[in-house]
């Protein structure tokens, strides 16, 4: 996977930049094309003539230093890049990246490359847990950015705990597996349902839910990323894409989100809902504000229509996967609609645990398909979980056509 691919390896200014020589050595010896950018204070720990007689091409270095008057230098090598490794990527060049900032030449090409970007941070423990930092790299993971996480350890300050640079054959080795996975799902259309529904009392007041739509957000973001042509359908959320190739319908009722889902159902292969849809609403919505008043208030209610039924009684090729939210025997009720709904797989998670609920960046889920083999993906960003809930599904998509 990286054999005959233009790699640029972007070295930043920390200790570990001593690593990056061993990297630019093996991608070579293993065919791929190297060439090397650094930062400025990269080459306080290493000469840049080190890594110009590892990669046998020039090293870039200042943004103003045009060799060659008919390009951009910038430009172009963020063109001919097929993958992009930051090693070491310090907090510095994270928080650059995920806030726009293009002040030397490493942080201009990235800002410029459609190269798919791999980053291995090394930094100080501390430095490495600081909300700044960690925020700044849940939103480059948002946009399709992949972490290759640090190592734990001795570090160079003398602490010990997390923000070791990984090893060459770590980051090799995660860089060939991300890309072996890249088209998983190319050519598959998937259809998926996002967020949760509200449903009108009279013109001020509704019924929702406490789903923010990241899970399914994640799931659109990574299918795509993935190859996939998504269609995705939102309830009201705070959320936007960090992939402008989905085509997202945003709705509002359960009965809008019903409309959607069958509209689109037949065209894909895939469909997964993991949509938190209202199963009962008010049976007359009110046109003007209802008054408090002394007296109790009563809302008759009725129940709306199951979408992920009605799906799983119409389906002919799709693949077909449910959401389910429990507080108690989630395992249980998970399998019980699993069967009753006729789907294929589902994914049960105990919203009352922590770190699983709704509106986190984190989730903890068990997937089950027709074997009824629990499967469990213990704590994880929701991007995490994602994946390997994409993984598994391409699995048995697979295994039923063998």
């Not at 204070?41 to 840049?48: D, I, R």
Request: glycine letters at 6%.
């Amino acid at each position: 996977m990286v054999q005959n691919k233009n790699i640029l390896l972007g070295v930043s200014g920390g200790i570990a930049a001593y690593k990056a020589c061993a990297l630019t050595s093996k991608l070579t010896q293993q065919g791929a094309n190297v060439r090397v950018m650094m930062t400025e204070n990269a080459t306080e720990f290493v000469s840049p003539l080190t890594f110009q007689a590892l990669s046998r091409n020039p090293v870039y270095i200042d943004t103003f230093d045009e060799k060659d008057p008919e390009k951009i230098a910038h430009i172009d090598v963020a063109d001919w890049a097929d993958i992009v490794i930051i090693a070491p990527a310090t907090a510095n060049i994270i928080g650059k990246l995920a806030n726009g900032t293009a002040d030397d030449m490493l942080s201009t090409t990235l800002l410029a490359t459609h190269a798919r970007v791999y980053i291995a941070p090394a930094m100080n423990v501390n430095m490495y847990s600081h909300p700044a930092v960690v925020q700044n790299m849940k939103q480059l993971e948002k946009w399709g950015y992949h972490f290759i996480e640090p190592g734990a350890g001795y570090l160079a300050c003398g602490w010990i705990g997390k923000g070791r640079l990984e090893e060459p054959e770590t980051i090799i080795e995660a860089v060939r597996n991300h890309q072996s996975t890249n088209s998983l799902l190319a050519g598959k259309k998937i259809l998926i349902s996002a967020g949760p529904t509200r449903e009108t009392i009279d013109p001020v007041r509704f019924f929702t839910n406490r789903s923010s739509g990241r899970m399914g957000f994640a799931l659109a973001e990574a299918a795509a990323n993935y190859g996939a042509e998504v269609t995705l359908v939102a309830g009201p959320v705070e959320l936007d894409l960090a992939e402008n190739k989905i085509n997202r319908i945003d709705v509002v009722t359960a009965a809008e989100m019903y409309d959607a889902m069958h509209e689109h159902f037949s065209n894909n292969d895939i469909v997964i809902k993991a949509a938190a849809v209202a199963d009962f609403r008010p049976k007359l919505i009110h046109d003007e504000k209802l008054k408090k008043g002394q007296a109790d208030w009563q809302i008759e209610m009725e129940r709306t229509k199951d979408i992920l039924q009605s799906l799983g009684e119409k389906k002919t090729h799709q693949f077909l996967v449910g959401f389910a939210a429990e507080t108690s025997n989630p395992l249980e009720y998970g399998i019980g609609k699993l069967e009753k709904k006729n789907l294929d797989a589902i994914v049960i998670n105990d919203v009352s645990t922590e770190g699983a609920g709704f509106g986190g960046d984190t989730n903890i889920v068990t997937y089950v398909n027709k074997t009824l083999n629990p499967e469990e993906i213990t704590l994880a960003s929701k991007r995490e979980i994602a994946e390997r809930i994409l993984k598994f599904i391409e699995r048995d998509i697979k295994d039923e056509v063998e």
